[in-house]
């Protein structure tokens, strides 16, 4: 791994450790239980309801994206 890559990953790895991180997927986390399908109105609520959920599950799911990619560097480089 190049020293810009591990770059890379160590302010990734920062900032997935700060307080305002774990803050910030925990709402996340609170808005994705939040959503009622008794709430939703029609198809077009649904489609949009669809897309947020989508996007927080995304952010969500960020952080264990970056370390795996992470790790699976380190295992391809014998480390």
Do not use: C
Request: charged share 35%; net charge negative.
């Amino acid at each position: 791994m190049t020293q810009e890559e591990e770059k890379y990953y160590e302010t990734y790895f920062d900032l997935f450790a700060s307080d305002g991180w774990k803050q910030f997927i925990s709402e996340i986390k609170e808005i994705l239980q939040s959503h009622r399908i008794e709430d939703i109105k029609d198809e077009k609520h649904l489609s949009y309801v669809k897309g947020q959920r989508e996007a927080y599950h995304r952010v969500a799911r960020f952080g264990g994206s970056i370390k795996n990619a992470y790790e699976l560097i380190l295992e391809r480089e014998g480390k």
